[in-house]
């Protein structure tokens, strides 16, 4: 049973949202445009707001998805679904293995597991962006946030399932963002708004 939980979380999360929605509605493919990135902040990018909102919503679905299919099983299990899920987000085998940077997919297996951590991290995402107008840095502070919380959390509760799946959501996002951390200390980093629909 487990296994093929697995193996749907990860199917789940490899469901290329903004590929689909590219090719579907735009009939164009958004890898290589603008980032040449799958996920949420390229389709702003590159297909606008409307497109770019379903697609942030689609990819949270997902984790949310797979991390909820086994928490009538085990909620640890939960975790493990969810960290998988992500992993397809990022090498989608739909997709050819290249996909998004984890942000969405990853606070959608938070909202699954802790809401009020989910809302945490949306409200530190939220200010960051809207004080910096850089995706990247809201990202990137956002799972530096989460990182911290999870610390203080599991010290109180002992949750270190939960402690391990965070660390491992947090790696993700902050690797995929490199480059652009690299950008952002060049001062080279597009904000937000700068990048026209194409």
Do not use: C, W
Not at 51 to 67: E, P, S
Not at 112 to 129: D, H, K, R, S
Not at 143 to 159: M, S
């Amino acid at each position: 049973m487990q296994a093929l939980i697995l193996i749907s979380a990860y199917l789940l999360g490899s469901i290329p949202s903004g590929l689909i929605v590219g090719k579907i509605f735009f009939g164009i493919d958004i890898r290589e445009h603008g980032s040449g990135n799958l996920g949420a902040t390229n389709t702003f990018r590159v297909l606008g707001k409307k497109a770019g909102a379903f697609v942030t919503a689609a990819d949270i679905l997902k984790g949310t998805a797979a991390a909820s299919l086994p928490l009538l099983f085990d909620a640890h299990v939960s975790l493990l679904a969810g960290l998988i899920a992500v992993i397809g987000h990022i090498f989608p085998i739909f997709a050819g293995f290249r996909g998004g940077k984890a942000v969405a997919t990853s606070a959608g297996v938070l909202l699954a597991y802790n809401p009020l951590f989910f809302l945490l991290l949306a409200a530190v995402f939220i200010i960051t962006l809207s004080i910096s107008k850089y995706v990247s840095l809201a990202s990137v502070t956002a799972a530096v946030t989460a990182l911290i919380y999870a610390i203080i959390y599991t010290y109180y509760t002992e949750d270190i399932p939960f402690l391990a799946v965070v660390i491992a959501l947090v790696f993700f996002v902050i690797y995929r963002h490199r480059a652009n951390m690299i950008r952002l200390k060049n001062g080279t980093e597009p904000k937000v708004g700068k990048n026209k629909k194409k």
